[in-house]
């Protein structure tokens, strides 16, 4: 399986609040680091147990509205995520892209070479939810949970909490499809 990105595993910690660090991704580097952008529904989830019954998965089906990169491979798709809950026993990364049942979503992936899933990019950096409550379709995100790495020459620079995307500021569905296309284009 290719992973595009390392997930550090340093947890901070501060009272009971916990993060995971991830390395800071923008728009233009999760576009390019993903094989697959879609835009979709979240259709259902289902958690289960791995073979060896020490870890808990949770493969969620999106149903595919529209391709902005790659070939989702059919009008749905299964993302699996390590967590969830199987047998009463809860099992969770924080900082993990929440997916939930009817919530229309952009999905940033990755998609594995051998088994039909795809993992979200940048965990809850590659997940970003269609707001439908005004006149325009908005894209907004919930960063809680990770903490972003500003990272040069393999070292940390600089560590920040991640803001969450305000509605006040969230682009519309069109511009931020619009900002993804042209980051796919071929730099001049």
């Keep these: 399986m290719r992973r595009v990105l ?3 595993t340093l947890l901070l910690l501060a009272g009971t609040a916990q993060a995971t660090i991830v390395k800071s991704l923008n728009l233009e580097q999760m576009t390019k680091a993903a094989d ?7 259709l259902a989830r ?3 147990w791995n073979e060896e019954k020490t870890r808990i998965y949770t493969v969620t089906r ?7 990169k790659g070939s989702s491979g059919g009008d749905e798709i299964e993302v699996r995520q390590i967590g969830g809950t199987v047998d009463g026993l809860t099992q969770s990364i924080v900082g993990n892209a929440k997916l939930k049942e009817g919530e229309e979503v952009v999905l940033f992936l990755d998609q594995d070479e051998r088994l039909p899933y795809h993992y979200v990019v940048g965990m809850a950096q590659g997940k970003f939810s269609i707001d439908r409550s005004g006149k325009n379709p908005l894209v907004v995100r ?17 560590l920040k909490h991640a803001p969450s995307t305000p509605a006040a500021v969230a682009p519309t569905l069109d511009a931020f499809k619009a900002k993804v296309r042209a980051a ?3 730099a001049p």
Excluded at 36 to 42: A, F, H, S
Excluded at 62 to 68: D, G, H, K, S, T
């Design 36 to 42: 697959v952008i879609v835009v979709g529904e979240v």
């Design 62 to 68: 999106i149903r595919v509205a529209e391709a902005l």
């Design 6 to 8: 390392s997930i550090l």
């Design 184 to 186: 796919l284009q071929p």
């Design 46 to 48: 289902t958690s289960a």
């Design 142 to 158: 919930s960063l809680a949970g990770l903490a972003l790495a500003k990272v040069k020459d393999k070292k940390i620079e600089t």
